[in-house]
């Protein structure tokens, strides 16, 4: 693990033959603050053995987490498909030694060869990073820095219980900076729970002059995880811990799935947005029809996910 980071599998070879349905059952006994995660995959190998192709869970197992159902599906293997590889993974960071203290289980593993998308989930999982960062995923490869509090015995900055996710602006030189953490949700599920809203709560420490912006940001999508539309809130420099809000109702026809993203942005050039942190805690979708903060003013913005964020604190709804 020191070299490289550590991967290992238990899997089955089978024969391409149409789409793929695998599951399985997965708990981990690793530390929260660990980097190790295990799930499972659906690898397509040519007549050499190497994978030209691959379907896996998009959000593993990690931490200490009881035993949870993940699913993967695979509609067909590409050309020159020979085998398919169906198993469990376990995978960690190089230089991780917390990954060596924990393990990683499998069971009731099963492969099915129909068309099946695996299941969403109605609600967050991990919605106050009380088994670390795990379950929130991050597009754009800026890992969140988790925040121990003094419950954990740290001194990081958590609204509640023992830990909570922070991620640092580290460079606008080149690019604007943009991070995020998000789920994904069924919008079936959302719709009969009767949710209304989704909410996460943030704080800052960006300086002044500084173009950073923290949100959170709702996007709904089509079967085939194409953006209909997005809504979203963010605020600059605010030290209090503001809970932000953003609304789930009324859905556009043709919402499949709802990806819900807490983020961090910066524009490029902005030198003193550099070194600011936002933090982010207790998220949830709740049925109460309460308002986003009264200091957030409608507006319209672009609708491209990373277009440049609006210089004020905001509340956009982009239908």
Excluded: C
Aim: positive net charge.
């Amino acid at each position: 693990m020191n070299a490289k980071p550590y991967f290992a599998d238990i899997h089955q070879l089978l024969k391409p033959a149409g789409p793929i349905y695998a599951s399985g059952w997965v708990k981990t006994t690793f530390p929260i603050a660990a980097s190790a995660k295990a799930g499972i995959m659906i690898e397509f190998l040519d007549s050499a053995g190497k994978m030209i192709g691959s379907s896996r869970q998009p959000i593993p197992v990690g931490g200490t987490t009881d035993w949870r159902l993940l699913e993967v599906f695979a509609s067909a293997a590409p050309t020159g498909t020979a085998k398919v590889r169906v198993g469990g993974f376990l995978w960690a960071a190089k230089n991780d030694a917390l990954s060596l203290q924990g393990k990683a289980y499998f069971d009731s593993m099963s492969v099915e060869r129909v068309v099946r998308r695996p299941d969403l989930p109605g609600d967050f999982l991990n919605p106050g990073f009380e088994t670390g960062l795990h379950d929130w995923l991050d597009q754009y490869g800026t890992s969140p820095v988790l925040q121990v509090g003094p419950a954990a015995g740290g001194t990081g900055i958590v609204r509640s219980g023992q830990y909570a996710a922070g991620k640092k602006i580290t460079s606008v030189s080149v690019q604007d900076f943009y991070s995020q953490g998000s789920q994904v949700f069924s919008a079936a599920k959302l719709k009969a729970a009767g949710k209304k809203w989704a909410v996460i709560h943030a704080r800052t420490t960006f300086k002044a002059g500084s173009s950073a912006r923290a949100g959170l940001q709702v996007q709904f999508l089509n079967s085939s995880n194409g953006i209909i539309s997005q809504r979203k809130v963010q605020i600059g420099d605010t030290k209090n811990w503001t809970p932000l809000f953003v609304s789930l109702n009324t859905m556009p026809a043709g919402t499949y799935a709802v990806r819900v993203m807490s983020y961090v942005y910066a524009a490029k050039g902005n030198t003193a947005s550099v070194g600011g942190w936002a933090y982010f805690d207790d998220a949830a979708t709740t049925t109460v029809k309460e308002a986003p903060p009264s200091a957030l003013v409608g507006t319209l913005d672009e609708p491209a996910p990373l277009a440049g964020m609006p210089g004020s604190d905001e509340f956009v709804e982009e239908e």
